[in-house]
């Protein structure tokens, strides 16, 4: 596994608030990422110079080290050897802690400080070997970070000598042949990238934090006694004080242009004086660290005293320790046992170019944020933990940030929304004004439908009434009409039996007609008779008036048979007649019942009207006292 590409920044999701103060403080333009909720470092850009862990007031941002592994490693009953950084000097009693290590299983204990010497004998004898004008010292893995990952350009000033840890694990490995694993008693994070180059030197890096955290019961316990194994470093236990590496080189060339710089504006040193700089004006070594307050206040410990304390008891350390025959003496070894070679490293350019979008790009992006004047986009009040307004943007672009983490842009957009609002309130407010309004007509209407249903319902009950006495009054008719018709019925058989009679007196009349018709034959005979009789002078005036009564008879009986006769046709008329009354007041009856039985309806379904009526009336009623 490429143990370069470990995370060692951590993120607390639950704890992270997007102040974005770990974007404000970090000196890498695109090191952390907006991710959902949280800002996560992106390793590719991070240079672990552990910025944000610092400035993380709510404890979102830590860091993993090497602690737990050493923990499995001395279980398993592995010995290691422990190389402690100069800083330990000024966080710990240094004999407490060697005494501390090897009582928690730590085979032998070295002082990084010898390393240190080596690597002020490595850099002077470099820059003689190779005549170089100027280089940018190394010990700082952030700093190596920051130039392989964004200034390649200096990658050729970056001194190709080990740092102090790896100087002294080389001479450990090479020279005192040591075979166990080494372990970096460290003040540093980013010191984790620079073993994982070279895994087969140094192994792990433990914090002095996570040693703290896991035996700091031990160390309290431990005697203030214990001695480094082979031998104590000189001047390199000034290495981690600012200026260390300066009081170095100029125990050796006190004319040397040496240039110190540490903290936050390395960075815009680096990038902007430094390499812009002619070779020729250059300082023959930058003496460079991350932190400002050097490694003895490095990003993995908690050191409370004042800097000004430590830098006196190392200046106490210095006189105490400083000789120059003890300097050449030491630099005389080095040239008589070791090889500049075996202490010398190679870099790598290890950028991640982001290419500028486009300005069209650029433009829509602008417009996305609210952005639409060059007022606006050059606000730059880092409110978003960039530096400018393009810089947001371009984040934006590559996904490591978004707008809604624009203030200016959620102050545009609030208000537009409140324009929007106003508006909207305005339309609200008319509305509301034509509701009242509307309200009022309703009222009124309401009042006017109330009156009308009140009338109506008073009409619906007055033709409920109407109706049930029209029903009544029809069935009253009903059943006078129905008494007619059994009348009309008894007429008509009264008629037929009449006709029946008629019938018979007409045959009466027939035979009175032929009696007289008789009587008048027998007039007429005996009036012959009469005649041939002299005398039947009584006879001939019996018969002559028998003639005369039969003449009558005969007389009224045609008449009496020609009344009979329009009579007969009269009657026969009458069951004609009769018979169509019957149909029609039938029907009419018929016609009666139906109304009648539709009428009932009517006056049920005008009473169930009625009933609606008065229920909406009183619902109209509660409404208007609502």
């Not at 630099?331 to 046992?337: L, M, T, V």
């Not at 106003?422 to 309200?439: A, S």
């Not at 009449?498 to 034959?521: C, F, R, V, Y």
């Not at 008329?573 to 009769?578: F, T, V």
């Amino acid at each position: 596994m490429d143990r370069g590409i470990i995370l060692m920044i951590t993120i607390n999701k639950e704890k992270c608030v997007n102040c974005y103060k770990c974007i404000r403080v970090c000196p890498v333009q695109f090191a952390n990422v907006i991710d959902g909720e949280y800002i996560k470092p992106d390793n590719d850009f991070c240079i672990k110079c552990g910025r944000c862990i610092k400035h993380c007031e709510h404890g979102a941002r830590g860091f993993i080290d090497d602690i737990s592994l050493l923990k499995e490693m001395l279980a398993s009953g592995i010995k290691p050897i422990a190389v402690v950084a100069p800083s330990a000097r000024a966080n710990f009693k240094i004999g407490k802690l060697i005494n501390t290590l090897r009582e928690i299983g730590f085979k032998e204990v070295y002082d990084v400080s010898f390393g240190a010497d080596i690597t002020t004998w490595a850099y002077i004898r470099y820059i003689q070997r190779f005549s170089k004008k100027s280089v940018i010292a190394q010990p700082c893995p952030a700093v190596v970070n920051y130039i392989e990952k964004h200034i390649p350009q200096l990658l050729d000033y970056l001194i190709p000598v080990q740092s102090p840890m790896m100087c002294v694990s080389i001479f450990l490995k090479k020279y005192l042949k040591k075979t166990e694993p080494i372990v970096f008693i460290s003040p540093c994070i980013a010191k984790k990238d620079e073993i994982a180059r070279f895994p087969d030197i140094v192994q792990l890096n433990v914090t002095y934090i996570s040693l703290m955290e896991e035996f700091g019961d031990v160390y309290n316990r431990a005697a203030d006694t214990g001695k480094f194994d082979y031998a104590e470093g000189y001047l390199g236990k000034l290495f981690s004080r600012p200026g260390g590496l300066k009081e170095n080189v100029h125990a050796y060339f006190k004319d040397a242009k040496v240039k110190q710089i540490e903290g936050d504006i390395i960075f815009e040193y680096l990038e902007k004086d430094y390499l812009n700089t002619p070779d020729n004006q250059k300082p023959l070594i930058v003496d460079i660290l991350n932190c400002h307050e050097g490694c003895n206040k490095g990003t993995a410990t908690k050191l409370d005293v004042p800097i000004d304390v430590i830098d006196y008891e190392f200046d106490v350390m210095k006189k105490s320790t400083y000789n120059k025959f003890k300097s050449k003496r030491l630099f005389k070894f080095f040239d008589k046992k070791l090889k500049l070679e075996d202490f010398m490293t190679t870099y790598s350019n290890k950028s991640k170019y982001l290419e500028k979008p486009s300005s069209d790009v650029l433009e829509n992006i602008y417009n996305e944020m609210l952005k639409t004047s060059t007022e606006k986009r050059n606000l730059n009040c880092s409110a978003c933990g960039y530096d400018s307004c393009e810089e947001m943007a371009i984040a934006i672009y590559y996904g490591y940030n978004r707008k809604e983490n624009c203030v200016n842009y959620l102050k545009d957009k609030m208000s537009l929304e409140n324009e929007e609002l106003y508006f909207k309130n305005t339309q609200i407010n008319k509305l509301l004004d034509e509701i009242n309004n509307t309200q009022i007509q309703l009222e009124k209407l309401i009042k006017e439908v109330a009156f009308a249903t009140d009338v109506v319902d008073r009409s619906m009950q007055e033709i409920a009434v109407g109706y049930s006495e029209s029903a009544k009054e029809i069935e009253n008719i009903s059943t006078s009409v129905s008494g007619l018709l059994a009348q009309i019925k008894l007429l008509d058989s009264i008629s037929k039996e009449l006709s029946t009679k008629i019938d018979i007196l007409n045959k009466t009349n027939n035979i009175l007609q032929d009696i007289g018709s008789s009587i008048s034959l027998y007039a007429l005979n005996a009036s012959i008779e009469a005649s041939k009789i002299t005398e039947s002078k009584g006879f001939s005036v019996i018969a002559s008036e028998i003639r005369k009564l039969a003449d009558r008879m005969k007389v009224e009986t045609s008449i009496v048979k020609k009344e009979f006769d329009t009579m007969i046709s009269l009657m026969n008329q009458i069951p004609d007649l009769s018979e169509k009354i019957l149909n029609a007041i039938e029907n009419i009856n018929s016609s009666l019942v139906n109304e009648s039985a539709l009428i009932e309806e009517l006056t049920a379904k005008s009473e169930e009207i009625s009933a609606e009526i008065s229920r909406l009336n009183a619902l109209i009623q509660q409404e208007g006292v609502l």
